[in-house]
Structure formats: C-alpha cells, structure tokens
C-alpha cells in the first residue's frame, strides 16, 4: 500500500498538467530513529512549491488560497539559522550545515557533553566552520 501510495504522490501533475517532481520518503529510511508514531510517507509536493491542503472535502485537488489561514515561509527546502554568541568564532555564512547540528552546537556553547546518540555534529567543531571564520 505504501509503496502505491508513494508512486501516485510521485506521478501528481500541477495545475497545468506538468510532472509536480513530489518528493517521497519513510521516516525509517531516512532518520536513524523514530520516536512515538511517526507518518507512513513524509511528501515534500513540487519540491516544497506546493503544499498539502490541511483539510478534506475540497472538490479539486488544487486551490490557490490557503485553506488554514496565513502561511507565509514555513517551509523550504534550506533554512536559515542565525546565531550570536560572545566569542563566538564563526562569522559569515556556513555551508552544509544540517538542523541535526543545532543542538549539539547549543550543547557545545553552553559547555555541555553531546550525547554520543545525538546525530549531527557542534558548528564549532565542523570544519565547514573553520572555513568560514
């Protein structure tokens, strides 16, 4: 069933008949762990051009408004994080970062052990970071 699921979100036109490029994944094959009960299918519409309707009972699969209210930039393919500390030796922008190096980064600032379970890596021992000093 998932997999059917996953070739249909996959093969979804736009509103002007154009391949819409969605993007398919389960959570157990893209995170090392899942905590409590994850979705089946995680579906990035359009490469993030597009979103779900929150919704049900619409009688076309496309609408142009938001059906939840305002949503201006909640989601993207690449993020922003913006980060100022005393001393802190990065300056500029860092490539290649990951939201998984958040919190080690904050650990690490804070003079906190990071947890050997915890994905990611401290920005402020990334050699991404050394570069952009």
Do not use: K
Request: proline letters at 8%.
């Amino acid at each position: 069933l998932l997999g059917d699921l996953q070739a249909r979100f996959e093969a979804l036109l736009d509103d002007r008949g154009a391949p819409m490029r969605s993007q398919v994944f389960r959570p157990d094959a893209i995170y090392r762990r899942v905590l409590g009960i994850p979705p089946d299918l995680i579906v990035q519409f359009g490469r993030l051009t597009w979103r779900s309707i929150g919704g049900v009972g619409y009688s076309e699969l496309h609408v142009q408004e938001n059906d939840t209210g305002p949503d201006d930039c909640n989601h993207a393919q690449f993020g922003m994080f913006i980060l100022r500390a005393p001393g802190l030796p990065i300056r500029g922008e860092v490539q290649d970062m990951h939201l998984l190096d958040v919190a080690p980064t904050l650990l690490d600032l804070a003079g906190r052990d990071v947890p050997p379970s915890m994905q990611g890596q401290s920005l402020l021992r990334s050699a991404a970071c050394q570069v952009a000093r």
